[in-house]
């Protein structure tokens, strides 16, 4: 392995085995989004989540997508210019995000077939935001074998990402990724 095709190789041999270890089938989409629903509230009860739970209902949707079978979860709005003032879930700590995920219903069991979870972590955070993304089958990050990545606070950055369900992901923002009292740098 020594050149730039290599690279594109191990990206490929990389994203085929991540997809195939990553749980991304489900009884449906409104399973998923009664799962998700339940992990919010439980959050919330427990004082990670400043977002209320009425709150929670009513930016938590569930609708068809533009293409038969295929139906949409929604977290907040999409911001890709991470403006506050766009409806998100925000934890106790004030970090604050959002996600999609698409859900392929014409095949049995249904399956996830994109997603995007970002999280914005507070001003004097370093790391501006983190987002976890699996593209649709196709996209051109796809055809560069980085379908499933995570950009660590530039949009530019892309790096692999660990084979995490939409479900562990939301777990991951809701419980983890705390700023530290004194940061290392």
């Known amino acids: 392995m020594s050149n730039q095709s290599d690279w594109v190789q191990i990206c490929e041999d990389v994203q ?74 925000e934890r106790c700590d004030g970090c604050w995000f959002d996600f999609a995920i698409l859900v392929n219903e ?22 501006k935001f983190l987002r976890f993304d699996l593209n649709l089958p196709e996209h051109n990050n796809d055809d560069r074998g980085k379908r499933f990545h995570l950009h660590p606070g530039n949009d530019d950055l892309m790096i692999h990402a660990s084979p995490l369900s939409p479900l562990e992901i939301l777990h991951l923002f809701l419980y983890d990724l705390k700023t530290p009292e004194s940061p290392r740098s």
Do not use: M, Q, W
Request: aromatic share 8%; hydrophobic share 40%; charged share 30%.
């Open 16 to 89: 085929e085995r991540l997809l195939k270890i990553t749980p991304l089938t489900v009884k449906s989409a409104k399973v998923l989004r009664g799962e998700i629903l339940k992990s919010l509230i439980a959050a919330c009860d427990d004082k990670f989540l400043k977002t209320e739970s009425y709150e929670i209902h009513n930016l938590l949707k569930i609708s068809p997508s533009k293409d038969k079978g295929i139906i949409e979860i929604t977290g907040g709005k999409r911001n890709f210019k991470r403006l506050k003032e766009i409806s998100h879930f």
């Open 106 to 127: 014409n095949i049995k069991p249904a399956e996830i077939i994109a997603f995007d979870f970002e999280i914005r972590f507070l001003e004097n955070n370093p790391t």
